[in-house]
């Protein structure tokens, strides 16, 4: 029994060391809305997300009601008549990237990555593409992405009184730390 013990805890223990996954549960993920009346700008820092550095593979996931409003009116009206969310309360993103360079977690480093993968909004999911960076610090990874995404694609429908005050595409930025899994 103790062979068998010793046995899972060595298998255990490398799988940890030789992990290349990386994971946060208080990632940033922010929007800003440009429009001649006034912009709109949220925040989540309720992000959670998983990189697979080895697969080159990354899922993010947020529930929509994370996204804090410098007014509580947008924060309301963005809950409750546009992103619907008591009926599509989380948002996510499944995909992959590219890289010139493999990632070493053991060696400080900025990595330029392409990343494609299906976003969920509102209950619809299209492709996206964008660039970002991951930057291996103190064994930590830290990623930066911004890319942009249509209201419309997502069915957000915007009430024709107020089709002016929100710009019809949204800009998207991706801030979050790593640590090792």
Same mark, same amino acid.
């Given at each position: 029994?103790?062979?068998?013990?010793?046995?899972?805890?060595?298998?255990?223990?490398?799988?940890?060391?030789?992990?290349?996954?990386?994971?946060?549960?208080?990632?940033?993920?922010?929007?800003?809305?440009?429009?001649?009346?006034?912009?709109?700008?949220?925040?989540? &820092? $309720? *992000?959670?997300?998983?990189?697979? @550095? +080895?697969?080159?593979?990354?899922?993010?996931?947020?529930?929509?009601? !994370?996204?804090?409003?410098?007014?509580?009116?947008?924060?309301?009206?963005?809950?409750?008549?546009?992103?619907?969310?008591?009926?599509?309360?989380?948002?996510?993103?499944?995909?992959?990237?590219?890289?010139?360079?493999?990632?070493?977690?053991?060696?400080?480093?900025? &990595? $330029? *990555?392409?990343?494609?993968?299906? @976003? +969920?909004?509102?209950?619809?999911?299209?492709?996206?593409?964008?660039? !970002?960076?991951?930057?291996?610090?103190?064994?930590?990874?830290?990623?930066?992405?911004?890319?942009?995404?249509?209201?419309?694609?997502?069915?957000?429908?915007?009430?024709?009184?107020?089709?002016?005050?929100?710009?019809?595409?949204?800009?998207?930025?991706?801030?979050?730390?790593?640590?090792?899994?």
């Amino acid at each position: 029994m103790k062979k068998l013990f010793c046995l899972f805890a060595i298998v255990l223990f490398s799988l940890n060391v030789f992990s290349q996954k990386v994971f946060t549960r208080n990632g940033h993920i922010s929007f800003f809305s440009e429009a001649p009346l006034e912009n709109i700008e949220a925040n989540n &820092y $309720q *992000v959670t997300s998983i990189i697979d @550095l +080895e697969k080159k593979e990354l899922v993010f996931s947020l529930l929509m009601k !994370g996204f804090e409003f410098e007014k509580a009116l947008m924060q309301e009206h963005f809950n409750e008549k546009y992103v619907e969310s008591d009926q599509y309360p989380k948002s996510t993103f499944t995909g992959s990237y590219t890289c010139n360079d493999k990632i070493d977690l053991k060696k400080d480093g900025l &990595y $330029q *990555v392409n990343v494609t993968g299906s @976003l +969920e909004i509102h209950g619809v999911t299209k492709e996206v593409e964008t660039t !970002g960076t991951l930057e291996v610090k103190n064994g930590e990874v830290i990623s930066n992405a911004v890319f942009v995404v249509a209201v419309a694609d997502y069915n957000i429908k915007i009430p024709s009184v107020v089709k002016d005050n929100i710009a019809k595409e949204i800009e998207i930025t991706v801030n979050a730390t790593y640590k090792a899994m």
